[in-house]
């Protein structure tokens, strides 16, 4: 089987190549490289290209056609929600734009089968501690908007010409399921805070008045090698022939708090970790954990890792880097 996995070169992408490959696939990487390392992608097949970029399309499906791929997995886009807030056009144009391109080009060539990388952000702020699929999505800034707007064009597409679509709706990404695929882009939190630690500066926490037990926000912290074997589950279920849902929470039901995470990095390596207290971040919900009830039952995935070994993981790359930190 042969799958095209843009921004496979990226953290999660990475993992996701990497497990294809381990299991025998064929991969065709296609990748900007503006955040991955081409490094990271082992035996697969690189095509250096922004999906969102004029052309892009009749390009993905040149390689869709050469390549014979069978399915495609779609992480390529845009993701913080601060820079979101700041060039929400930039975001429409990454997100959405690139999106369009890999399912037109998937039209063209005759690819009936996408998985979705979707974000928790779909939800926004919602009034439930734990979320479930059917809850209404309202996002609160461009990032989330982007992510549902893609879900709807994947929806759109398979009633317009069959796309086989499944979108991963999936919570806040930490750790390493092997120590050279480390988290390399200082975008998530963890490795922001250890960057800073290793520069010698203090972590900065973004609020510490919101409403939750520690003022810290509260998210739903899932091991990025447990969200690969997801997608990996995806891909089954795209080839059974009834499909009830289109869209999944990837998470574990448990949520960790800002505070908790730090006081967590800092019991795994051994350092000290005291942040500077920022005003909170515009976009930010006080609290996101998802249910994962609809994927345990219908993928039968569930996640395996807690808080602690995600944690250890992403310490041990992150030391196993060349940016190691001396405790």
């Known amino acids: 089987m042969t799958i ?8 999660i992408g990475a993992h996701v190549v990497r497990l294809l490959l381990d299991r025998g696939d064929k991969v ?60 929400p056009t930039y975001y429409y ?6 999106l369009a391109n890999v399912i037109g080009a998937m039209e063209d060539a005759g690819v009936d089968k996408l998985v979705f990388s979707s974000s928790a952000a779909t939800y926004g702020m919602p009034s439930v501690s734990v979320v479930e699929e059917k809850l209404h999505a309202e996002p609160i800034n461009p ?20 796309l086989r679509f499944v979108a991963l709706r999936y919570f806040n990404v930490a750790g390493s399921g092997w120590d050279d695929l480390g988290d390399p882009a200082v975008l998530n939190l963890v490795p922001m805070v250890l960057d800073r630690i290793e520069r010698g500066e203090q972590p ?3 609020g510490d008045d919101y409403p939750t037990p520690d003022g810290t926000c509260i998210r739903d912290y899932i091991h990025v090698l ?78 395996e890792a807690g808080l602690d070994e995600i944690l250890q993981s992403a310490w041990d790359a992150w030391q196993a880097g060349p940016r190691r930190i001396t405790v």
């Not at 095209?4 to 953290?11: D, R």
């Not at 022939?241 to 998470?251: K, L, S």
């Open 226 to 303: 447990d969200l690969a074997k997801a997608h990996i589950a995806a891909l089954s279920y795209l080839a059974t022939p009834t499909r009830p849902f289109d869209v999944f929470n990837v998470g574990t039901g448990t949520g960790s708090s800002v505070r908790e995470v730090l006081d967590g990095l800092a019991r795994v390596s051994g350092l000290t970790i005291e942040a500077i207290i920022e005003p909170r971040r515009a976009g930010d919900p006080p609290q996101l954990v998802g249910s994962p009830e609809r994927i345990n039952e219908v993928f039968g995935w569930r996640a």
């Open 28 to 87: 065709v990487v296609v990748d900007d490289l503006s955040t991955g390392e081409a490094s990271r992608i082992g035996a697969a097949t690189l095509i250096e290209l922004d999906v969102a970029a004029p052309g892009a399309q009749e390009a993905i499906a040149a390689a869709l056609r050469e390549h014979e791929v069978e399915a495609v997995i779609h992480f390529a886009a845009r993701k913080q929600v601060g820079e979101s807030m700041a060039r």
């Open 93 to 98: 144009q990454q997100n959405v734009t690139g």
């Open 4 to 11: 095209l996995v843009t921004g496979g070169a990226g953290y």
């Open 204 to 206: 900065r926490l973004f």
């Open 143 to 162: 990032y989330g908007e982007t992510k549902l707007i893609g879900e709807w064009l994947g929806r759109a597409a398979s009633h317009a010409w069959g």
